[in-house]
T-cell receptor
Framework: GENVEQHPSTLSVQEGDSAVIKCTYSDSASNYFPWYKQELGKRPQLIIDIRSNVGEKKDQRIAVTLNKTAKHFSLHITETQPEDSAVYFCAASLQRNEKLTFGTGTRLTIIP | NAGVTQTPKFQVLKTGQSMTLQCAQDMNHEYMSWYRQDPGMGLRLIHYSVGAGITDQGEVPNGYNVSRSTTEDFPLRLLSAAPSQTSVYFC?????????????FGEGSWLTVV
């Protein structure tokens, strides 16, 4: 089955700087890659996703890039703010996403 | 439109007891899933369903049963609770739309087995 690895497990960034979180996946058939943000005690919230026919997608301060050849995808957050502090999870699945495989998460801390 | 509703939010069980976590969605979504989340780990798929009457196992199905008699409901049953099943459980629903898929998670159920 699919295996998703996520790095780093913790990341501290000065407010205003950029943060990058990287994930690799094992199943070349995977074609849907969402990113979730989870605050303490809350449910995961989808922040951005990308499909295999797209190399990059951007939504304001958040962007995701995908390299299908290397089987890795990354989350980029620019101009970080204190409210960006949370745990971020990457995931991968086939088109029908009832079967998501998650990475182990990155705890992002924004230092004021 | 309540989205995905899970009950109970918190539960303490004794080893060997059984219980059912309830999940309901009012969005007419075809797909529903159960995940568990343990400290330091991502969410892991327990069971999933692609429609009423259809269920299948995920990554960590042992010790759990599910059924999908209606589109709206997808209960998760713990047959004989073990301390290893202490976890946070998330129910999710989604559909395959033209513009893409979005998974909606419930608020989670915190389960402690003593």
């Amino acid at each position: 089955g699919e295996n998703v690895e996520q790095h780093p497990s913790t990341l501290s960034v000065q407010e205003g700087d950029s943060a990058v979180i990287k994930c690799t996946y094992s199943d070349s058939a995977s074609n849907y890659f969402p990113w979730y943000k989870q605050e303490l005690g809350k449910r995961p919230q989808l922040i951005i996703d990308i499909r295999s026919n797209v190399g990059e997608k951007k939504d304001q301060r958040i962007a995701v890039t995908l390299n299908k050849t290397a089987k890795h995808f990354s989350l980029h957050i620019t101009e970080t703010q204190p409210e960006d502090s949370a745990v971020y999870f990457c995931a991968a699945s086939l088109q029908r996403n009832e079967k998501l495989t998650f990475g182990t998460g990155t705890r992002l801390t924004i230092i004021p | 439109n309540a989205g995905v509703t899970q009950t109970p939010k918190f539960q303490v069980l004794k080893t060997g007891q059984s219980m059912t976590l309830q999940c309901a969605q009012d969005m007419n979504h075809e797909y529903m899933s159960w995940y568990r989340q343990d400290p330091g780990m991502g969410l892991r798929l327990i069971h999933y369903s692609v429609g009423a009457g259809i269920t299948d196992q995920g990554e960590v199905p042992n010790g759990y049963n599910v059924s999908r008699s209606t589109t709206e409901d997808f209960p998760l049953r713990l047959l004989s609770a073990a301390p290893s099943q202490t976890s946070v459980y998330f129910c999710a629903s989604s559909y395959e739309g033209i513009s893409g898929n979005t998974i909606y998670f419930g608020e989670g159920s915190w389960l402690t087995v003593v």
